[in-house]
């Protein structure tokens, strides 16, 4: 009964590759998100989604498109892949609470992305 | 300058101490968030507060909204405290969580 999870847990490639990232939650949460911790440890939002419609779009290179097939679900696609995209990639979700402020988010395992 | 900003940055600690970490931000938030990254890479939500004190066990929070300033506290730490702990502040003009760099705890035996 994992709460949120993502696939694939480690993903090596080489550069130039397409490759995809899904997350899955089962709280019931109306909101998801992409993180992206880099080799300092240091946390960013990149997309999050609301209802299946996109809410933040950080400024992050459109080689990576998101995608919310309905609202447990939350894909990152990225195209060409660079030596610049090696990171640990978390998937996230909360419920929305009144007022707009996000309840508590629940993180994923992480999907460490190593471009080669 | 980081929005967000954890002291001490690493910490390492006896079994049995009392630890504090702490937050500072400068964005007007509404909700601030303390996290723990395991060794193991995984994240946990320890807490959301928005203002005044909450406790899980062994783990305190506290929240001074006027000075902008978090604390977490740890009482009768353990080597099973031993991660990284971060802090992120809800800012909730632009809808996003802002992220401390994070304070690297070690505990020993």
């Known amino acids: 009964d994992t709460a949120v999870s993502q696939t694939p847990k480690y993903l090596v490639t080489q550069m130039g590759n397409d490759k995809s990232i899904k997350c899955e939650q089962n709280?019931?949460?109306?909101?998801m998100y992409w993180y992206k911790q880099d080799s300092k440890k240091f946390l960013k939002i990149m997309f999050s989604?609301?209802?299946?419609?996109?809410?933040i779009n950080e400024t992050v290179p459109n080689r990576f498109s998101p995608k919310s097939p309905d609202k447990a679900h939350l894909n990152l696609h990225i195209n060409s892949l660079e030596l610049g995209d090696s990171a640990v990639y978390f998937c996230?979700?909360?419920?929305?609470?009144?007022?707009?402020?996000?309840?508590?988010?629940?993180f994923g395992p992480g999907t460490r992305l190593t471009v080669t | 300058k980081n929005e967000v900003e954890q002291s001490p940055q690493n910490l390492t600690a006896q079994e049995g101490e009392f630890i504090t970490i702490n937050c500072s931000y400068s964005v007007g938030i509404s909700a601030l968030h303390w996290l723990q990254q395991h060794p193991g890479g995984g994240i946990v939500s320890l807490f959301m507060l928005s203002s005044g004190k909450k406790k899980h066990g062994r783990l305190i929070a506290t929240i001074n909204i006027q000075e902008k300033h978090s604390s977490l506290h740890i009482t009768a730490s353990h080597p099973r405290d031993s991660a990284v702990y971060i802090c992120a502040a809800y800012d909730p003009y632009t809808d996003k969580l802002i992220f401390g760099t994070g304070t690297r705890l070690q505990v020993f035996p």
């Open positions: 996230a979700s909360s419920l929305q609470r009144k007022g707009g402020t996000t309840g508590e988010q629940y």
């Open positions: 709280l019931g949460h109306d909101t």
């Open positions: 989604y609301n209802n299946k419609e996109l809410i």
